[in-house]
């Protein structure tokens, strides 16, 4: 299997002691695992801190820039965001939607079909990355659709350009997941142009990763901003 240089000088922290070898700051170019995505396969929005927030409502809170109104049942009202793909404020609730930057689609192709179920589902719901997960118009959001960088990026907003290229490599890496070879194309072309030359990534151990010991799913880390 080919490995993407990312010409980045990578600043990875792990939840376990690595060896010298243990995890390359390479991507591996693969083709697409073609065939048995089912979107059930990723259950989304669990309650994963336990406190009657369930992921979506987690990301909410975080990325508001008006905080809103908390109800019981962690019911939310009022608040405002910026949606990052243009932008535009959002007031809305019911028309913000949570993009998984990576979509699961890609996610399925680019390696989590060999994911367990645990792994799947902790992917799904990653509020521990504000990378991973992130508050968008619901237009934009369909308008991506399961479409890799290659075929798509943000027409405006803060992820728009170099942005995008940069998050979507750390969670690329963050996961072990492959690039396609379109995607690979595409990515040195914009580490280039972009002139990226450090990403920071807790790169997650197990997640197709040999090298690596299985996390333990069940123990939940803090939240992090």
Not at 38 to 67: M, N, Y
Not at 122 to 150: C, F, H, W
Not at 157 to 182: E, F, H, Q
Not at 204 to 213: D, E, V, Y
Request: hydrophobic share 40%.
């Amino acid at each position: 299997m080919r490995k993407l240089a990312l010409l980045l000088t990578l600043i990875i922290t792990t939840a376990f002691t690595p060896s010298a070898h243990a995890i390359p700051p390479t991507l591996s170019v693969a083709p697409d695992h073609i065939g048995g995505y089912q979107r059930s396969l990723f259950p989304t929005w669990l309650d994963v801190l336990h406190d009657g927030c369930t992921a979506r409502k987690e990301v909410l809170r975080q990325e508001a820039v008006i905080a809103p109104s908390i109800g019981s049942n962690c019911w939310l009202t009022g608040g405002e965001w910026i949606d990052p793909y243009s932008g535009i404020k959002m007031t809305r609730i019911g028309s913000i939607q949570i993009d998984h930057l990576v979509p699961l689609a890609d996610v399925w192709r680019s390696g989590g079909y060999a994911w367990t179920a645990a792994e799947r589902e902790y992917y799904a719901n990653d509020i521990y990355d504000p990378r991973t997960l992130i508050a968008v118009s619901g237009s934009l959001n369909e308008q991506k659709s399961d479409s890799d960088i290659a075929n798509w990026q943000p027409p405006g907003g803060y992820m728009a350009g170099c942005n995008y290229v940069k998050d979507w490599i750390a969670v690329k890496l963050r996961y072990s997941l492959t690039v396609d070879p379109a995607e690979n194309v595409y990515l040195q072309t914009q580490i280039k142009a972009c002139k990226i030359t450090d990403i920071k990534v807790t790169v997650l151990p197990g997640f197709g990763n040999p090298a690596a010991p299985k996390i333990n799913l069940k123990k939940k880390s803090p939240i992090k901003k």
